[in-house]
């Protein structure tokens, strides 16, 4: 799925854009790719639980697994806001609840 289409070009001005406008398609491309790459080995996963997952994250992410959700958000906005419609909300919103904890751990129910 492109963002944007992209005309033939005939000058040296016209293909720079060309190139530019696919290095945007691209970097969209791949927003989306990874989007719901991760969305699916956080949710859909059948060798570990949700739970599992963010604990696991906890560990790693500075920030803790809040982090995921805040870096999620924004890549959710900024694709949503480029192209409205590329993602339905299933896509993009949690299919159980979340709650926030003060230590940036995160716990499902």
Same mark, same amino acid.
């Given at each position: 799925?492109?963002?944007? !289409?992209?005309?033939?070009? %005939? %000058? ?14 691209? %970097? ?13 080995? $956080? ?6 639980? !949700? ?15 809040? %982090?995921?959700?805040? $870096? ?19 896509? @993009?919103? !949690?299919?159980?609840?979340?709650? @926030? ?9």
């Amino acid at each position: 799925m492109s963002l944007i !289409p992209i005309p033939d070009e %005939t %000058t040296p001005a016209q293909r720079a854009a060309r190139q530019i406008v696919n290095s945007l398609n691209a %970097t969209f491309d791949a927003m989306l790719v990874g989007h719901q790459s991760i969305f699916e080995r $956080l949710w859909i996963n059948p060798a570990a639980a !949700p739970q599992e997952i963010l604990d696991a994250l906890h560990e790693l992410l500075p920030g803790g697994a809040r %982090t995921l959700f805040d $870096l999620g958000g924004l890549q959710v906005q900024t694709i949503l806001t480029a192209k409205p419609g590329a993602m339905e909300p299933a896509q @993009y919103m !949690p299919p159980r609840q979340v709650a @926030y904890n003060e230590d940036g751990s995160v716990t499902v129910s």
